[in-house]
T-cell receptor
Framework: QQPVQSPQAVILREGEDAVINCSSS?????VHWYRQKHGEAPVFLMI?????EQKGHDKISASFNEKKQQSSLYLTASQLSYSGTYFC???????????????FGQGTILTVHP | DGGITQSPKYLFRKEGQNVTLSCEQN?????MYWYRQDPGQGLRLIYY???????QKGDIAEGYSVSREKKESFPLTVTSAQKNPTAFYLC????????????FGPGTRLTVT
C-alpha cells in the first residue's frame, strides 16, 4: 500500500522552514526521500534505515519513527532551488529481505517564492 | 563520467505496436529498476532486477517485459497488451538493496496514439 504524504502542497517565502511527513501502514526497513523538478528525474536526498542509520546530504535533515512507521523531512532556511515535488519511498523488505523495492507516496509540491 | 542513460528522451508510437525503452548504467550497480510516472502522481514500480539473468515483477508489471542479459543494461518492452502505455518511464540503479540510494536516469516520455 502506498505511503501517505502530508501536506500535499506547501508555499514558502525564501528563508522559511517546512516539514514534510510520510506515513506507512507497514513495518519499514528503510525510507528514501527524493526531490523531482518538473520533467526531470528524481534526485536523492536522504535514506533512513531501521536501526537509526542515515545517509544523505549535509543540508537536509530527516527523522524516522520505526514504531509509528513515520518519517519527516525538515527543510530549513529554504532557498528558491528547493522548489519541486518531494517524494518518500518506503521499503518494507517483505519476507525479511530488502531488494530495494520502493513504494512511493503521491508527492508534496513545495514552492518557494522570493 | 559515471551515470545512467535512457534513450530516447521522447518516443511516439501507434497503438498496437510494441516498443522497447533503453536503460544503460556504468556505475557497476547490481540492482536496476523500472518505474512509471503518470501526471501528478508518484512513481510505480514495474520490474526490478538484483542480478544478471534474474528479475522480478513489481506492482504494475502487466503489459510489460524486461531482460537483464548484461549487468549494465535493463531494457523495458512496452507491449500492445499494456492498456494505457502513455507515461513518463524512469530507470534507476543502486548498489544493491534498500539500504542504498537509487540513481535515476533522465527518463523517456512515451506517447501512444
Amino acid at each position: 500500500q502506498q505511503p501517505v504524504q502530508s501536506p500535499q502542497a506547501v508555499i514558502l517565502r525564501e528563508g522559511e522552514d517546512a516539514v514534510i511527513n510520510c506515513s506507512s501502514s507497514k513495518a519499514l526497513y528503510s525510507v528514501h526521500w527524493y526531490r523531482q523538478k518538473h520533467g526531470e528525474a528524481p534526485v536523492f536526498l536522504m535514506i533512513l534505515l531501521k536501526g537509526g542509520e542515515q545517509k544523505g546530504h549535509d543540508k537536509i535533515s530527516a527523522s524516522f519513527n520505526e514504531k509509528k512507521q513515520q518519517s519527516s523531512l525538515y527543510l530549513t532556511a529554504s532557498q528558491l532551488s528547493y522548489s519541486g515535488t518531494y517524494f518518500c519511498g518506503t521499503d518494507s523488505a517483505a519476507g525479511g529481505t530488502s531488494y530495494g523495492k520502493l513504494t512511493f507516496g503521491q508527492g508534496t509540491i513545495l514552492t518557494v517564492h522570493p | 563520467d559515471g551515470g545512467i542513460t535512457q534513450s530516447p528522451k521522447y518516443l511516439f508510437r501507434k497503438e498496437g505496436q510494441n516498443v522497447t525503452l533503453s536503460c544503460e548504467q556504468n556505475l557497476n550497480h547490481d540492482a536496476m529498476y523500472w518505474y512509471r510516472q503518470d501526471p501528478g502522481q508518484g512513481l510505480r514500480l514495474i520490474y526490478y532486477s538484483q542480478i544478471v539473468n534474474d528479475f522480478q515483477k513489481g506492482d504494475i508489471a502487466e503489459g510489460y517485459s524486461v531482460s537483464r542479459e548484461k549487468k549494465e543494461s535493463f531494457p523495458l518492452t512496452v507491449t500492445s497488451a499494456q492498456k494505457n502505455p502513455t507515461a513518463f518511464y524512469l530507470c534507476a540503479s543502486s548498489i544493491r538493496d534498500g539500504a542504498y540510494e537509487q540513481y535515476f536516469g533522465p527518463g523517456t516520455r512515451l506517447t501512444v496514439t
